[in-house]
């Protein structure tokens, strides 16, 4: 082979090299289901697998969410505004962006809805690569009564398993117990505490901090257990 086509061999693999994969999308779940008024956490993880930091542009593409449904990027719990479909951010050598999610409020239409995301690294459309998420959203499932006595009703917890809230619907028929919910783990140490007060009717469990796994809820009538139920936290 002649020098001059060395050379160009050289750097045409120079340049495919350029064009390289530069990272990961880890972790990808691809298809979710909640009920109308709810919302959907969808992460979206990013690994930079090249040797140096990049910007990487995010952006969501040909979604067909109706009317009533918002969708917000959020970094940890800072999200943009609902219609900003596209925006940058930078991910050091080696390292994995967790905090990204795409964040849906579900609205009153039942159906499936596809979402089409875009990932690339700024300044090379070749690396480009394509996230396709399936929404179900469906009716609201009766929720199941799962303990009443004189003093209270309690319904089972929905939507169980749950990605960031979930929410226990519940009535006090006595003012004059004290009421309260502790969430914990399978090791009994307690995550949260939760007052039932007599004047409300739901209470909201925060699980979008929680690590996905199995914990339960007790309902404490004047500090005595009543009810233990299951809780699955998922991403």
């Not at 697998?49 to 969708?71: C, H, P, W």
């Amino acid at each position: 082979m002649s020098i001059k086509g060395i050379v160009i061999g050289f750097l045409l693999l120079a340049s495919l090299g350029s064009f390289s994969q530069t990272f990961d999308l880890v972790d990808r779940t691809d298809t979710y289901t909640a009920g109308i008024s709810q919302s959907i956490r969808i992460p979206i993880k990013i690994k930079n697998t090249s040797d140096k930091a990049q910007f990487y542009i995010i952006r969501i593409v040909g979604n067909e969410l109706s009317g009533t449904q918002k969708g917000y990027f959020c970094i940890d719990k800072n999200c943009l505004e609902a219609g900003i479909t596209e925006f940058s951010k930078r991910v050091e050598a080696g390292a994995t962006l967790e905090s990204l999610h795409f964040y849906l409020e579900t609205g009153l239409v039942t159906g499936q809805y596809p979402l089409r995301f875009e990932i690339f690294a700024k300044g090379n459309i070749n690396t480009l690569v394509e996230h396709h998420v399936n929404v179900n959203i469906e009716e609201k499932q009766p929720k199941s009564l799962v303990f009443q006595s004189k003093d209270i009703t309690v319904h089972d917890v929905y939507p169980n398993p749950v990605i960031d809230q979930a929410y226990i619907d519940y009535r006090l028929h006595n003012e004059e117990v004290k009421a309260k919910l502790i969430v914990h783990n399978i090791l009994g140490s307690s995550i949260s505490n939760h007052e039932l007060p007599y004047s409300e009717f739901k209470v909201k469990i925060e699980a979008q901090d929680l690590t996905p796994g199995v914990y339960f809820y007790t309902v404490y009538i004047d500090n005595i257990g009543v009810l233990t139920r299951k809780l699955i936290v998922r991403r």
